[in-house]
C-alpha cells in the first residue's frame, strides 16, 4: 500500500494498544516497525507497516472494533501539530481548510486525483466531507479510525451541537457493526461509492474558542514573548509582523491581504515600508526564521511541523530556507539543542 504516516500517529496507536495490555516488542515485531523509528516524531511510518500494526493490535486484542475505539479516544492534537492549528481557527469551516492543507503531516496518501485528501462537496442531498483516498478498502480501518476522530472530536468540544448526519462507506457492513451505531450515532450506509459523512451546514460556521493562539503548549514561552513584544510595536514593521505572526501557520499571507488589514493600499504600504528602510518579503523571510528558531528550541515540535507553521507547504522548502538562514539543516539545529 503506498504512503506513510507520522511516526506520531503510529506511536499513538502503539501506545493505544499497549494501554489495552498487549505487548509492546509483540506488536512491533508483527508490524515490522523497529522501534527507533518511532523515537523521532519526524520519521514517517510506511502505511503497509502501520496497517500491520493495527491488525496485530486488533488480533491480539480479540477487538474487531479497535480501530474505531483508537479514533474515539486519541484526539489529534495528542499526537500531531495539525489538530493544535484546528483548534486555533476561528470557525469551524476553517479549521476543515487548514486540517485538510496539513492532512499530509499525519498520514501523506495521494487521492488519485487532483484533489486534496478531504474535501467538502455541496450536493442536492446536503453538504458531505469527503475522504479521496484511493483503494479505501484495503484498509476499512483507517476509515473507521478516521471518521471516529472527525465525530468524537467535535463531540468532545461542542457537546451535542450539530455534525454528523449520515455516514457512507465503501466497504461492506462488518460484523462489528454495533460499534459504529455506538461512536456515530447516525445512520451508516455500507457497500457506498465514496467513503463520506454528510453534515449540518451550519457546522461549519461553528465559532472555536481557543484558549491561545499558541494552545496547547505548542509554541515556547520565547515565542509568546515574542508575541507580546510585536503587538506592542509602533512602527509600520511591528504593525506588519504583528498581523503575519498568527498567519504564517495558514500559508496564505501576502502584502495585498496586510496591507487592507491595515486599511491602506499595497502602494501605501510599500512606500511606508521603504521609509522604514525594509521590504515586506524581507519582514517575512526574518519572521520565518526568528519563529523557526523559537519553535525548533522550545523541543515540542518536529521539524516537518515547524516547516509547516511557519509557512511552508513543504518540508523540503523549508530545510532549504532555513540552511540559507543558519548555514545548517533544521533536524541537526534540533539535535544540537536536545544535547545542550
Given at each position: 500500500?503506498?504512503?506513510?504516516?507520522?511516526?506520531g500517529?503510529?506511536?499513538?496507536?502503539?501506545?493505544?494498544a499497549?494501554?489495552?495490555?498487549?505487548?509492546?516488542?509483540?506488536?512491533?515485531?508483527?508490524?515490522?516497525?523497529?522501534?527507533?523509528?518511532?523515537?523521532?516524531?519526524?520519521n514517517?511510518?510506511?502505511?503497509?507497516s502501520y496497517?500491520?500494526?493495527?491488525?496485530?493490535?486488533?488480533?491480539?486484542?480479540?477487538?474487531?472494533?479497535?480501530?474505531?475505539?483508537?479514533g474515539?479516544?486519541?484526539?489529534?492534537e495528542?499526537h500531531?501539530v495539525?489538530?493544535?492549528?484546528?483548534?486555533?481557527?476561528?470557525t469551524?469551516?476553517?479549521?476543515?481548510?487548514?486540517m485538510?492543507?496539513?492532512?499530509?503531516?499525519?498520514?501523506?496518501?495521494?487521492s488519485?486525483?487532483?484533489?486534496?485528501?478531504?474535501?467538502?462537496?455541496?450536493?442536492?442531498?446536503?453538504?458531505?466531507?469527503?475522504d479521496?483516498?484511493?483503494?479505501?478498502?484495503?484498509?476499512?480501518?483507517?476509515?473507521?479510525?478516521?471518521?471516529?476522530?472527525?465525530?468524537?472530536?467535535?463531540?468532545?468540544?461542542?457537546?451535542?451541537?450539530?455534525?454528523?448526519?449520515?455516514?457512507?462507506v465503501?466497504?461492506?457492513?462488518?460484523?462489528?457493526?454495533?460499534?459504529?451505531?455506538?461512536?456515530?450515532?447516525?445512520?451508516?450506509?455500507?457497500?457506498m461509492?465514496r467513503?463520506?459523512?454528510?453534515?449540518?451546514?451550519t457546522?461549519l460556521?461553528?465559532?472555536?474558542?481557543?484558549?491561545?493562539?499558541?494552545?496547547?503548549?505548542?509554541?515556547?514561552?520565547?515565542?509568546?514573548?515574542?508575541m507580546?513584544?510585536?503587538?506592542?510595536?509602533?512602527?509600520?514593521?511591528?504593525?506588519?509582523?504583528?498581523?503575519?505572526?498568527?498567519?504564517l501557520?495558514?500559508?496564505?499571507?501576502?502584502?495585498?491581504?496586510?496591507?487592507?488589514k491595515?486599511?491602506?493600499?499595497?502602494?501605501?504600504l510599500?512606500?511606508?515600508?521603504?521609509?522604514?528602510?525594509?521590504s515586506?518579503e524581507?519582514?517575512?523571510?526574518?519572521?520565518?526564521?526568528?519563529?523557526a528558531?523559537h519553535?525548533l528550541?522550545?523541543?515540542?515540535?518536529?521539524?516537518?511541523?515547524?516547516a509547516?507553521?511557519?509557512?511552508?507547504?513543504?518540508?523540503?522548502s523549508?530545510?532549504?530556507a532555513?540552511?540559507?538562514?543558519?548555514?545548517?539543516?533544521?533536524?541537526?539545529?534540533?539535535?544540537?539543542?536536545?544535547?545542550?
Open positions: 500500500m503506498i504512503g506513510t504516516v507520522s511516526a500517529l503510529a506511536h499513538s496507536l502503539l501506545m493505544f499497549v494501554g489495552r495490555g498487549l505487548d509492546r516488542e509483540a506488536l512491533l515485531q508483527k508490524a515490522g516497525i523497529a522501534a527507533p523509528l518511532l523515537v523521532n516524531p519526524d514517517r511510518v510506511p502505511m503497509d496497517r500491520a500494526l493495527m491488525r496485530a493490535a486488533k488480533d491480539m486484542s480479540g477487538d474487531p472494533a479497535l480501530a474505531i475505539e483508537f474515539a479516544s486519541e484526539p489529534i495528542k500531531s495539525v489538530g493544535l492549528i484546528c483548534h486555533s481557527a476561528a469551524m469551516g476553517e479549521a476543515f481548510m487548514q485538510s492543507r496539513y492532512a499530509r503531516l499525519v498520514i501523506d496518501v495521494e488519485g486525483t487532483d484533489k486534496p485528501r478531504f474535501t467538502l462537496a455541496q450536493l442536492d442531498s446536503g453538504v458531505w466531507i469527503e479521496n483516498r484511493p483503494e479505501p478498502n484495503e484498509f476499512p480501518e483507517l476509515s473507521e479510525s478516521t471518521f471516529a476522530r472527525f465525530v468524537c472530536d467535535y463531540r468532545r468540544h461542542f457537546g451535542d451541537a450539530p455534525f454528523a448526519k449520515e455516514i457512507h465503501t466497504h461492506a457492513r462488518p460484523a462489528h457493526a454495533d460499534a459504529y451505531d455506538r461512536t456515530y450515532r447516525v445512520p451508516v450506509h455500507y457497500g461509492d467513503n463520506a459523512i454528510r453534515i449540518d451546514p457546522w460556521s461553528v465559532e472555536i474558542q481557543p484558549t491561545n493562539r499558541y494552545m496547547f503548549g505548542v509554541l515556547s514561552k520565547m515565542a509568546d514573548a515574542l507580546k513584544k510585536l503587538e506592542g510595536a509602533s512602527s509600520i514593521r511591528g504593525r506588519v509582523e504583528n498581523m503575519l505572526l498568527p498567519l501557520h495558514t500559508g496564505e499571507v501576502s502584502m495585498d491581504d496586510i496591507a487592507a491595515l486599511n491602506m493600499s499595497r502602494q501605501t510599500y512606500r511606508k515600508l521603504r521609509a522604514e528602510g525594509v515586506f524581507a519582514i517575512l523571510d526574518e519572521l520565518r526564521h526568528t519563529m528558531l519553535y528550541d522550545g523541543q515540542q515540535v518536529s521539524v516537518n511541523e515547524t509547516y507553521l511557519v509557512g511552508f507547504s513543504e518540508a523540503s523549508f530545510s532549504r532555513f540552511k540559507r538562514w543558519t548555514g545548517q539543516n533544521p533536524s541537526d539545529h534540533k539535535a544540537r539543542q536536545n544535547v545542550a
